[in-house]
């Protein structure tokens, strides 16, 4: 499955209101550790399972979605379960750590 682009545009329908999992990215093209995380997030994506949605959110250019959830540090991973936030990983993590984090929520 391909990585989506979330905008505010289409934040409720690819993320409030998907059934299962989505998995957001908030990140920038100034910020060494997004794009270091970056191919992570994309493979997360490409083998993702049944139930999985995997997006990302250009904080520059979606002021707004990073404002509504308090993103003050990038890399910073969502995990929203049937449209809930229900776990949170800040910073360059491990792909096992983000894998853990999704299978947990």
């Known amino acids: 499955m391909r990585v989506l682009t979330i905008t505010k545009d289409n934040f409720q329908e690819e993320v409030l209101q998907a059934e299962g999992k989505v998995l957001i990215d908030f990140w920038a093209t100034w910020c060494g550790p997004c794009r270091m ?60 750590e983000i894998l853990a984090l999704i299978e947990e929520a």
């Open 37 to 96: 995380l970056s191919p992570v997030v994309d493979e997360i994506a490409e083998e993702a399972a049944e139930g999985l949605k995997v997006g990302k959110v250009n904080v520059d250019e979606q002021p707004e979605l990073a404002q509504q959830y308090q993103i003050m540090t990038i890399p910073n991973l969502i995990v929203f379960k049937d449209g809930q936030a229900v776990a949170q990983s800040i910073g360059l993590k491990p792909k096992q």
